[in-house]
């Protein structure tokens, strides 16, 4: 469920969310890395969008399954880098209580939310039903003339200190920055559209004059 508007509005809770994964099926594939962070919207100067990290939250995965090579080729996470590392369905809770109420935020978020939905039945958990946001659609809106709208190549275009690339909670990070510059973007093309919009017109009564003496 996409998150109504106004969604930045000032103590609006979120958590940005992002998995690395064995690969893009979230029927076959696992995660092997989460990357959470919750933030919360606060007023910034000028009426800008700004938020407020509040906690964060990562871990790499036993995907139960060996690495493959194209998807360690993307992001670096090896089958050794993995051993001893937890399983899915330990980490859920702790992820959802992160999450609680808040709204998700994901570039791609059709991409991340389905392979958490995916990890959560195995888990033999329940879904959350929280709202949520995707900053690839919103730059779109915001950034109409981009080239390009892969988070690594919008953070550089707008200024966004992306972390390591394709590491979960860098990338988390990024989406929360990404999500401001969203905000303050399409906030700035309401009120462009708002000082641009005709006067009503006058009904030519006003200044006559007369009246009922």
């Known amino acids: 469920m996409t998150a109504p508007r106004p969604w930045a ?22 995660v092997v890395e989460i990357g959470a962070l919750r933030f919360r919207a606060v007023g910034g100067p000028g009426g800008a969008a700004a938020f407020r ?44 209580a992160l999450a609680g109420d808040a709204i998700i935020v994901a570039h791609n978020a059709p991409f991340d939310l389905s392979f958490l939905e995916s990890e959560l039945a ?14 690839r659609r919103l ?20 200024g966004i200190e992306p972390g390591r690339a394709h590491r979960a909670l860098d990338d988390a990070r990024a989406c929360m920055d990404l999500l401001a510059a969203c905000a303050s973007a399409l906030a700035g093309h309401r009120a462009s ?5 005709p006067e009503p017109a006058s009904s030519g009564r006003e200044g006559t004059g007369l009246g009922r003496g």
Not at 11 to 18: M, N, R
Not at 122 to 135: F, I, M, V
């Open 193 to 197: 559209r708002r000082s641009r919009a």
């Open 53 to 96: 990290e509040e906690a964060a939250f990562a871990a790499l995965v036993d995907p139960g399954m060996p690495m493959p090579f194209q998807a360690r080729a993307i992001h670096g996470i090896s089958d050794a880098d993995l051993e001893g590392a937890p399983r899915f369905a330990s980490l859920a809770p702790a992820l959802l």
């Open 139 to 158: 730059a779109k809106e915001a950034f109409p003339l981009e080239r390009s709208y892969r988070l690594g190549s919008l953070a550089e275009r707008l």
């Open 9 to 30: 509005r000032e103590g609006t809770a979120f958590l940005a969310l992002d998995f690395e994964t064995t690969g893009l099926d979230c029927r076959r594939d696992r």
């Open 122 to 135: 195995r888990a033999g958990l329940a879904s959350p039903r929280n709202a949520s946001l995707d900053t």
